[in-house]
């Protein structure tokens, strides 16, 4: 049964569709220090927007709701950032919610300068932090929505029924926060430094063997992608079975396929027990044809594909590149 959170922020994103293209909205509450405007402003290190100033820049807007500051960005994603997310933490509790226009989102929570956990919009189950079990208690409505259109309408109940503070509707206009109906500050974003980061997400879960394998000589790499392909092969069916192989032949031997080969992988379906499980098998073996370092990507989803079958690919993966360290030494 869909909650009235979730009705809710059905209808807002419902009357709002240039909301599709990109938002993130952040709550910050008091801790050890109060949350106040000016000292998100200041952790920001942003600066007040004047009447006739240059419009350049990453903006924000922001709103006292009781003891809460509410930081508000149509169609920008600074406030996920970690770096940003441990300044804006420190002293305070900071739930967000963001997505982009290509469907990517998540759910963060961080506490005094510490990014507990991260949380895949479309995929609950999916999280990475300090605390990845922080959200545990309340996801039965991110659940429910899984793979349909409310999805994000349940990511922004999460965040009001985590926080106890809701986005309000009447406070918005055609445009984004609307100074007329609501006491918004805008802001102009000041420039905080990106903390170091991996390449790509598999550097979240697997930071050591996705090191090992982006540093690994190309041969070693090609088998580590040939072996991830094989596991995915292994348990999926896909609805063009010669190309299929036609792709792994060219993993497992190196060779350069086609633009119009590959896309036609790209274009596969897979079948299998989970759906997201399914697109991330498709990926894997999309990803392993690309190029240099790059096709490292595959192993990340075939980290997600395999799911219980992991560990054990995972464990040949590290044999894999152990062996090709103990070869490359110096006699």
């Given at each position: 049964m869909v909650s009235d959170a979730v009705r809710y922020y059905d209808e807002f994103l419902a009357e709002r569709d240039w909301l599709a293209e990109g938002l993130s909205w952040a709550v910050v509450q008091p801790a050890s220090a109060a949350a106040t405007v000016d000292g998100v402003i200041e952790r920001l290190r942003a600066r007040r927007v004047q009447?006739?100033?240059d419009r350049s820049g990453e903006f924000a807007d922001l709103v006292q709701i009781g003891p809460d500051v509410t930081v508000f960005q149509d169609n920008g994603c600074a406030l996920s950032r970690p770096e940003v997310l441990r300044w804006l933490s420190d002293g305070t509790r900071v739930h967000t919610v963001e997505w982009t226009i290509n469907g990517n989102g998540g759910l963060t929570y961080a506490v005094y300068g510490r990014v507990l956990t991260w949380m895949d919009l479309n995929d609950p189950e999916r999280r990475h932090g300090d605390d990845p079990s922080?959200?545990?208690?309340?996801?039965?409505d991110v659940r429910a929505a899984r793979g349909t259109e409310q999805a994000?309408?349940?990511?922004?109940?999460f965040v009001e029924r985590r926080t106890g503070v809701r986005l309000p509707a009447e406070w918005m206009s055609d445009e984004g926060a609307d100074p007329e109906a609501g006491p918004w500050v805008?802001?102009?974003?000041?420039?905080?430094?990106?903390?170091?980061?991996?390449?790509?997400?598999?550097?979240?879960?697997e930071p050591d063997l996705d090191a090992r394998l982006r540093a690994a000589p190309e041969r070693v790499r090609r088998e580590a992608l040939a072996l991830a392909v094989r596991a995915v092969t292994a348990r999926f069916r896909f609805s063009d079975d010669d190309l299929v192989g036609q792709a792994v032949e060219a993993?497992?031997?190196?060779l350069t396929v086609d633009e119009e080969t590959r896309w036609r992988v790209v274009r596969l379906t897979a079948q299998g027990a989970d759906v997201r499980a399914c697109a991330d098998a498709v990926h894997a073996l999309h990803a392993a044809l690309g190029a240099g370092v790059a096709a490292v990507d595959a192993v990340g989803a075939?980290?997600?594909?395999?799911?219980?079958h992991w560990p054990a690919v995972r464990r040949d993966l590290f044999r894999l590149v152990r062996e090709a360290t103990v070869d490359s030494r110096p006699v």
């Open positions: 009447p006739g100033d922080a959200f545990a208690e309340d996801l039965d994000r309408p349940a990511a922004m109940a805008t802001v102009r974003l000041g420039a905080i430094p990106s903390d170091p980061r991996p390449p790509s997400n598999f550097g979240h879960y993993v497992e031997r190196g075939a980290r997600h594909a395999l799911t219980e």
